[in-house]
């Protein structure tokens, strides 16, 4: 099989893992599991060079420093402005190979098992060389809302044909999917042939396809940065390659991925991820938690104790301080604190 090209997104500003997680300092940049950030950690995903082509980053400009410090040299896209994940990928599918096989990893994801990744890499890039517009699917073992899902439909040699996409059901109908067995959630991670997905855009977003074409065509490289035409990238209406693309190609496939997945999408997220003691606790940063189940603590400098009360999180972060349920870490996005970073 010839060498998978990665493209890693790094988009989005975590504020739902606010106050940790800031504008100038977002989510993928910070070690929230080990010591090396989620962004470093999805470089290293990629890093086997018998398998992958060097790696091609998006970010926007605020983020290029973070980048360097945390990665050095890497060929970049320098978005001019967010707009979601259609142009992003659009923009660097004009800077493959139109027969090559991109692999596209946001930044900001866990993956516990890097050789359960691999193999899904493998899958998904098998089933793209055939044609197919590949996502990885996550096995659900709850019934979550607040992911999408992707219901399986006709078996095909290393995945499935894509019935249908489901944007983050209530939770009667993610019982149902839960219990139904044929859907998994949408992991977020893409394997597309270069040329179909530059076709399906321009077959379905004829508008976007024209205006990423150009902002790709007058563009420039300055050393290891790519400089989109920024006049042709502000007029690109915002959009998920989800809904752009995948939601109406007829060429959609699925592949099962049992990767230690997670999104880190809030503070709950994160604690299930970081592993509970006998007490399910977690605590990172000194801490004295007495008669308490469901707690974690997350703090970067003072003391905190936690007497009596379960499924609570604080988090710490120099003058700024987090309470807040277990159950509404989904909400922490919407404070005042969160949206002004």
């Given at each position: 099989m010839s060498a998978i090209y990665p493209v890693i997104l790094c988009g989005g500003s975590g504020t739902r893992l606010w106050p940790r997680s800031r504008r100038a300092h977002p989510k993928p940049f910070l070690p929230l599991l080990g010591d090396r950030t989620l962004f470093q950690q999805a470089l290293d995903r990629v890093?086997?060079?018998?398998?992958?082509?060097?790696?091609?980053?998006?970010?926007?400009?605020?983020?290029?420093?973070?980048i360097a410090a945390?990665?050095?040299?890497?060929?970049?896209?320098?978005?001019?402005?967010?707009?979601?994940?259609?142009?992003?990928?659009?923009?660097?599918?004009?800077?493959?190979?139109r027969d090559a096989i991109m692999l596209v990893c946001p930044s900001d994801h866990h993956i516990a098992d890097e050789a359960a990744f691999k193999a899904g890499a493998r899958d998904a890039a098998a089933l793209a060389s055939q044609g197919h517009l590949v996502s990885f699917g996550i096995s659900p073992d709850r019934p979550a809302t607040g992911y999408g899902y992707i219901e399986r439909g006709e078996k095909l040699a290393h995945g499935h044909r894509v019935v249908r996409f489901v944007e983050k059901p209530d939770l009667a109908r993610?019982?149902?999917f839960l219990a139904d067995g044929g859907f998994v959630w949408n992991g977020g991670i893409f394997a597309f042939p270069v040329g179909a997905l530059l076709d399906e855009l321009a077959a379905h977003r004829p508008d976007m396809a024209k205006a990423v074409a150009q902002a790709a065509s007058e563009g420039v490289w300055d050393g290891n940065q790519f400089l989109p035409d920024a006049e042709s990238?502000?007029?690109?209406?915002?959009?998920?390659?989800?809904?752009?693309?995948?939601?109406?190609?007829?060429?959609?496939?699925?592949?099962?991925?049992?990767?230690?997945?997670?999104?880190?999408?809030d503070w709950s997220?994160?604690?299930?991820?970081?592993?509970?003691?006998?007490?399910?606790?977690?605590?990172?940063?000194?801490?004295?938690?007495?008669?308490?189940?469901?707690?974690?603590?997350?703090?970067?400098g003072p003391r905190v104790s936690v007497v009596g009360i379960?499924?609570?999180?604080?988090?710490?972060?120099?003058?700024?301080?987090?309470?807040?349920g277990r159950n509404h870490t989904q909400a922490v996005g919407k404070l005042d604190g969160a949206s002004g970073n």
């Open positions: 890093a086997d060079p018998a398998m992958f082509a060097e790696p091609l980053i998006v970010a926007g400009q605020e983020h290029t420093g973070l945390q990665a050095g040299e890497h060929r970049l896209i320098v978005e001019p402005a967010a707009r979601n994940t259609a142009p992003a990928i659009a923009l660097a599918a004009h800077l493959l190979p993610a019982q149902q990238f502000a007029a690109l209406s915002a959009e998920s390659v989800d809904y752009a693309v995948m939601e109406n190609t007829s060429h959609a496939a699925v592949i099962s991925a049992e990767m230690g997945w997670s999104d880190i999408g997220s994160l604690m299930v991820a970081r592993g509970a003691d006998q007490n399910g606790n977690v605590v990172r940063g000194v801490a004295d938690l007495s008669d308490c189940s469901g707690v974690m603590v997350d703090t970067d379960d499924d609570v999180i604080v988090v710490v972060d120099g003058d700024e301080i987090l309470v807040v």
